[in-house]
């Protein structure tokens, strides 16, 4: 069986990173820092680069707007279902376009 995620936008509490599922990949963005190698000083606000990760084990899906200058953490929502999943071609084909 292959798994899709359901969400978009996930947050990880435990490393403090936002990810996003777009076109078949998870990407991880870092919180925002005043300096390179700083703490965070806004978890709400992360860069709007990214990293190619695997979804951290704690994420919970959330809601998250993109500006111009970065990517702010709207609300998280309550632990759920993350992934659905397929076993035929027409299936998979509709859960990866979806």
């Not at 292959?2 to 991880?28: C, M, N, P």
């Not at 700083?38 to 190619?52: A, D, E, F, Q």
Request: charged content about 25%.
């Amino acid at each position: 069986m292959i798994e899709v995620t359901i969400h978009e936008w996930f947050y990880s509490d435990k490393l403090g990173k936002l990810y996003r599922y777009d076109q078949s990949v998870i990407e991880a963005y870092a919180a925002l820092t005043s300096q390179p190698s700083l703490r965070p000083t806004s978890p709400v606000k992360m860069y709007t680069h990214h990293k190619l990760k695997v979804l951290a084990e704690d994420a919970v899906s959330t809601e998250a707007t993109i500006t111009d200058t970065h990517i702010h953490l709207d609300k998280c929502l309550a632990p759920c279902e993350l992934w659905r999943g397929g076993t035929n071609i027409k299936e998979l084909d509709q859960l990866i376009i979806a």
